[in-house]
Every structure is written in C-alpha cells, then in structure tokens.
C-alpha cells in the first residue's frame, strides 16, 4: 500500500509538472508551435481525426460543456480554421469541420510539437518510446472514461 500511495504521489506531481512545461513549451517556441492555442489545438485534431463534427459531439469528445466548445468554435470560424454548415439533423445546430487553413496550421503545429518531442527523447530507444506512447494512451484513455463515468464538474 504504502508503494502504490508513494507511485500515486509521484504520477500526481508528475503530471502537474508535464502540463506546466508543456504549456511553457508552447509559449517560449517559435511560431509554429504557438500558431494555436492549446483548445484551438485540441478541436481542430479531432475534427482532423474524425471529421465533421456538431458541437456536441465535439464537447463530448472533449469532456467540455457545451457553450465552451460553441465559444472556442466561434473564434475559430472568425479567424477561418473551421467551416459551419448546417445540421441536417437538427435544423437549429451547425456541423463544424476544419477548413483547409485549419488543417494546414494544426499539422503545422503537429510536426513543430513532433521536433520537440524527438528532441527531448534524443537519448529514448525506439522501445522506450513506443512504451511511453502507449503508456500515455492508456492514461489519456482510462482518464477520459473516468470522467465519462462521473459525468461533467
């Protein structure tokens, strides 16, 4: 008991501090890697992976509520990373799918993030990376059903 509170104490901090450098590596890069905000980022990945998109679906995803994601998609349809059409399965929504500018600025962001990454893993196997890849989609995962399972707050 007392290694898995201590494994516990170091995952908690851990992550604490993977999310404040990954958030100062974002600020103190070039461009590219700061072309967009991190939820700009999130949102046009998904639309990327899945395709287009109602808005509630993409909070779903996402594990947002519903007015943050139609805010955040309303920014980006100003700034012509998202295109809007309607839903034709509710009259009153809007499908949203990343424009061809969307698309060109989150693989721009993409392989930018790719280069610092590759980088800090310098001196990683090829194992040691896929382990790391993996180990990381079963957190994102088991964290994402977690929520799910609570439900949103």
Do not use: C
Not at 54 to 75: C, E, F, I, M, Y
Not at 107 to 113: E, G, L, M, N
Not at 121 to 141: I, N, P
Request: net charge neutral; no cysteine.
């Amino acid at each position: 008991m007392a290694d898995d509170d201590s494994a516990l104490r170091v995952i908690e901090t851990q992550v604490a501090m993977l999310m404040r450098l990954g958030e100062a590596t974002r600020r103190s890069a070039p461009r590219p890697h700061r072309a967009l905000d991190r939820a700009a980022y999130v949102i046009l990945r998904f639309l990327q992976e899945a395709g287009p998109q109602n808005v509630s679906a993409v909070a779903t995803r996402l594990n947002l509520d519903g007015s943050t994601v139609t805010r955040q998609v309303g920014g980006l349809h100003r700034d012509g990373l998202v295109v809007r059409t309607p839903d034709p399965l509710d009259g009153r929504g809007s499908v949203v799918a990343a424009s061809e500018r969307g698309l060109a600025q989150v693989d721009a962001v993409s392989k930018a993030r790719r280069e610092v990454y590759d980088e800090v893993l310098r001196d990683w196997t090829a194992d040691e990376r896929q382990e790391l890849a993996g180990m990381l989609e079963r957190l994102t995962r088991d964290m994402d059903a977690y929520l799910k399972g609570r439900g949103p707050g």
